[in-house]
């Protein structure tokens, strides 16, 4: 191995362990936006008053907890199919990171001043972001530089390529509803099992042609 692979090498570790302590970080921090029962002195006499009143706070913030951690999920899984990184890869990556912590800004935004129309949105926007770095920064590895490791095949890498898109198309979803209430914004997420197995489904049908043809079928951002 030469000088400039230990070094590429070295840095997709740092990154990896940068990007676990900023997730880390977030989900803790939203997490801690959970109500609690000494910033509110004597107003629940029991823990089930304050989840009957707060619920919707507990479902916010379990909602947005799960967010980042599916994300941080996705970004272990396709950290650990590089065999390293570069400049321009990292560069990305760090775009990630910061639209991650912009994410936990508009959560806090959104407890701190309120439901309204404007926070959902941008707390669906910055999720959104997330998940389109994170699909640019696959695709960079995949097709202009040689990060991925040798014993992923592309059918493998394309599945991944695909598979990234359900949560960035799930957060654009939630979007138009927002406009109705912050009550239909928190289900709208809901519908993200549904659009996952969308794509699980439609990257089957891929694995299908590529047995029977040798060829894996060409989609949008592909080549």
Do not use: C
């Not at 129309?117 to 999720?127: G, H, L, M």
């Not at 489904?201 to 029977?212: G, K, P």
């Amino acid at each position: 191995m030469s000088m400039l692979e230990k070094r590429s090498t070295t840095q997709l570790t740092r990154l990896g362990r940068l990007t676990d302590v900023v997730f880390a970080i977030v989900i803790w921090r939203i997490f801690m936006l959970l109500p609690r029962p000494e910033d509110y002195g004597t107003k629940w006499d029991t823990v089930s008053a304050m989840l009957q009143e707060e619920w919707f706070s507990f479902l916010f913030v379990l909602l947005a907890t799960a967010i980042v951690i599916i994300y941080w999920l996705q970004n272990t899984s396709m950290l650990g199919n590089l065999k390293k990184t570069n400049k321009v890869h990292t560069t990305i990556s760090i775009f990630q990171l910061v639209f991650v912590l912009l994410f936990l800004y508009a959560i806090t935004s959104g407890v701190i001043l309120g439901a309204g129309t404007d926070s959902r949105i941008f707390e669906s926007v910055t999720a959104m972001m997330i998940g389109v770095m994170s699909w640019v920064g696959w695709f960079y590895a995949m097709h202009k530089a040689d990060l991925l490791d040798p014993e992923l095949s592309k059918q493998e890498a394309e599945h991944i390529l695909q598979k990234n898109l359900a949560e960035p198309v799930t957060a654009v979803i939630t979007i138009p509803f927002a406009f109705i209430g912050p009550v239909a914004w928190e289900l709208s997420w809901f519908l993200y099992p549904f659009i996952k197995h969308l794509f699980s489904r439609f990257n089957s049908r891929d694995q299908s042609t590529w047995e029977v043809t040798g060829r894996y079928p060409k989609h949008p951002g592909s080549k």
